[in-house]
């Protein structure tokens, strides 16, 4: 699962880099959901950032808040500060005033 979470990532990155979200989107749900059930901080930090992103460029404010908030905890959990702040800061542009201290 591992390898699939992971090669999902890399090729949702080449994606992006293409500008192609429409093809990034599902495997970056893929991989996400994937390093969730692993329970792999980094991952979920990463990914979780990426995917949020891509959600909120869409308008989908609840759903972007959700993966900020998970991927926000697993930052935290792993002492990835930078990471943490960001996240805040997305979170915020959810409407999310709500962030974890």
Same mark, same amino acid.
Do not use: C, Y
């Given at each position: 699962?591992?390898?699939?979470?992971?090669?999902?990532?890399?090729?949702?990155?080449?994606? !992006?880099?293409?500008?192609?979200?429409?093809?990034? /989107?599902?495997?970056?749900?893929?991989?996400?959901? !994937?390093?969730?059930?692993?329970?792999?901080?980094?991952?979920?930090?990463?990914?979780?950032?990426? !995917? &949020?992103?891509?959600?909120?460029? /869409? &308008?989908?404010?609840?759903?972007? &808040?959700?993966?900020?908030?998970?991927?926000?905890?697993?930052?935290?959990?792993? &002492?990835?500060?930078?990471?943490?702040?960001? !996240?805040?800061?997305?979170?915020? /542009?959810?409407?999310?005033?709500?962030?974890?201290?």
């Amino acid at each position: 699962m591992d390898g699939v979470a992971a090669v999902n990532w890399d090729l949702a990155r080449i994606d !992006l880099s293409r500008q192609d979200f429409d093809a990034a /989107a599902p495997r970056l749900v893929a991989s996400f959901q !994937l390093f969730l059930k692993l329970q792999r901080p980094d991952g979920i930090a990463v990914v979780g950032t990426v !995917l &949020g992103q891509l959600l909120l460029a /869409a &308008g989908d404010l609840g759903q972007a &808040g959700e993966v900020f908030r998970t991927s926000r905890a697993a930052a935290a959990k792993i &002492g990835f500060a930078d990471a943490v702040d960001h !996240l805040d800061e997305l979170l915020k /542009a959810t409407g999310d005033r709500n962030e974890e201290s």
